[in-house]
């Protein structure tokens, strides 16, 4: 059974910085684009960073160029989200998806975490 798992959500001061990581099982990495998307109350999902199964597109959505980066261990099924001066908008469920495409797009992806917390605040 496919499955993702989000870890690393909590609170942090604005202008800091945080680690978000997943695992997936049950599909192989390489064979998706994979990538995090965020969903703030009362706002719409919307993808943050998306990167492509060969590693050499990427996406990245404008409140966070220069600020998050992604990384990817296709042996280990595994990716992460580094985050850095963080504001108090980015404060939002964080979750990662893989699926077949590269998309800005949410219903490209068909494999989601369940969502960790990512709490901005002084």
């Known amino acids: 059974q496919e499955q993702m798992v989000e870890s690393g959500g909590g609170l942090v001061q604005p202008g800091g910085s945080l680690r978000l990581s997943c695992a997936g099982s049950?599909?192989?990495?390489?064979?998706?684009?994979i990538g995090w998307f965020r969903q703030a109350p009362g706002k719409t999902r919307e993808a943050v960073v998306c990167i492509s199964s060969d590693d050499r597109l990427a996406y990245y959505g404008d409140a966070v160029k220069d600020r998050f980066s992604i990384w990817v261990d296709a042996a280990k099924n595994s990716l992460g989200l580094h985050m850095k001066d963080l504001k108090a908008d980015d404060t939002a469920v964080y979750y990662c998806a893989a699926g077949p495409s590269l998309g800005r797009q949410g219903n490209l992806y068909h494999y989601w975490g369940q969502g960790t917390q990512v709490t901005v605040s002084s």
């Open positions: 049950g599909f192989r990495f390489d064979d998706y684009s």
